[in-house]
């Protein structure tokens, strides 16, 4: 029963406070000076009004610094994702080029091992040209194989490295019109 008394005062006695010092505050602020305000406005309270000014005040400059920040922080984020498109694109048309390298090199053989033949056998079952698993499944048979997959798909391998080509320009373009938004917005 007394504490609830003693926190009921010490409530009011806060919220009087800060009825007074957010008065105070709109006083310091006015450009007129009201002497009734003022009375009503104790003299202790003019410290603390003060400190409350300072305060908004470097909240404003923060505010302001963190806008800055963020800006910053959305070109950082455009540009980085920016150079991941880049480098997948550049890892994807290697990893072309190197199957290419590879597939060049396995037909430049004239006999192979049991082991890589069994393997080339099992894709051109796996990989079958136009949807017809050969019956010969020779070295030679596969070697032939492999010459019309590739050049069925150098078509599409070079259609594909325009397309990335083409795709890096229009993403550096938009890249380009960021930056320019950013620079007017700041």
Known sequence: MLYEFLLEKKSKDMLDNGALLECHAEAEDSS?????????????TLPFALEVKDLKSKLASQEAELQLRNQDAEA???KTGFQTLKV????AIADTEEQKVNLTEVKAFTSLPMAVIGVTAAVTVLQPY?????????WKATNIFMGKVYFELEPKYSALAQA??????????????RK???MSTA
């Open 32 to 44: 007129f000076s009201d002497p009734q305000l003022m009375t009503l406005v104790p003299s202790n």
């Open 76 to 78: 950082l984020i455009a």
């Open 88 to 91: 997948s694109l550049e890892r």
């Open 130 to 138: 136009k949807g017809k698993v050969p019956k010969d499944q020779s």
């Open 164 to 177: 990335n080509a083409g795709l890096a320009a229009a993403t550096e373009k938009l890249e380009i019109v």
């Open 180 to 182: 320019k938004l950013l």
